[in-house]
């Protein structure tokens, strides 16, 4: 079975500062694909990043960059110079590239960032 | 480019009648997602479809609900009758192909079961 565990229910950060929101995973899959997506107020989920299990580099975007690390089965979201706007909702997810469960989209319980001025 | 258009926004109804939510997929996306979300059960996936097809619909909840794809750029989740436990944020999401791509996901529905 698969399944995506975000242990930070809320978060704190200060406005220009970095924040790392922590999520970790697990599966016997051994192509996946790792996602962020962000949740604001208004409830649209926007998609951030996206790690494959086979790729050699963390993957960045912008101010986003995931810090994955294969072994411990971590997939950690990484947030430079925070903003007002980043303020909202993460959710880590988990697509398993082969079975029964492909196509699956699985979403962690999300942690909700709060930055402050 | 509009995005997944998912209609309507809110919707309020009250148990026992039949309530239909419609999606639209961004062009040339082949595959189609619906999910919820609740406070208590987080986001779960209903039923997907790839090229007009369902594929899995094991996370549909039961008999009420039943969803279709008639063509490639439809979809609708029909719960019939509906009881105040389906209140929840309904999502569509559409991926060119579920393997290689993100899912972009719609606004969501709002249904309120009064």
């Known amino acids: 079975a698969q399944k995506i565990t975000q242990t930070q229910p809320g978060m704190f950060v200060q406005e220009k500062e970095a924040v790392t929101l922590d999520c970790t995973y697990d599966t016997s899959d051994p192509s996946y694909g790792l996602f962020w997506y962000k949740q604001p107020s208004s409830g649209e989920m926007i998609f951030l990043i996206y790690?494959?299990?086979?790729?050699?580099q963390n993957a960045t975007e912008g101010r986003y960059s995931l810090n994955f690390q294969k072994a411990r089965k971590s997939a950690n979201l990484v947030i430079s110079a925070s903003q007002l706007g980043d303020s909202a909702m993460y959710f880590c997810a988990m697509r398993a590239n082969y079975g029964g469960s492909q196509g699956n989209l699985i979403f962690g319980k999300g942690t909700k960032l709060s930055v402050k001025p | 480019d509009a995005g997944v258009i998912q209609s309507p926004r809110h919707e309020v109804t009250e148990m026992g009648q039949e309530v239909t939510l419609r999606c639209k997929p961004i062009?040339?996306?082949?595959?189609l997602f619906w999910y919820r979300q609740t406070m208590m059960r987080g986001l779960e996936l209903l039923i997907y479809?790839?090229?007009?097809?369902?594929?899995?619909d094991s996370g549909m909840p039961e008999d009420r609900f039943s969803a279709k794809m008639p063509n490639a750029s439809f979809s609708t989740l029909k719960i019939q009758p509906s009881e105040p436990r389906d209140s929840a944020v309904y999502f569509c999401?559409?991926?060119?192909?579920?393997?290689?791509?993100?899912?972009?996901f719609g606004s969501g529905t709002r249904l309120t079961v009064v």
């Open positions: 479809f790839n090229n007009n097809v369902p594929i899995d």
């Open positions: 062009s040339g996306h082949n595959s």
């Open positions: 999401a559409s991926s060119p192909n579920w393997a290689l791509y993100g899912y972009t």
């Open positions: 790690q494959g299990s086979y790729d050699q």
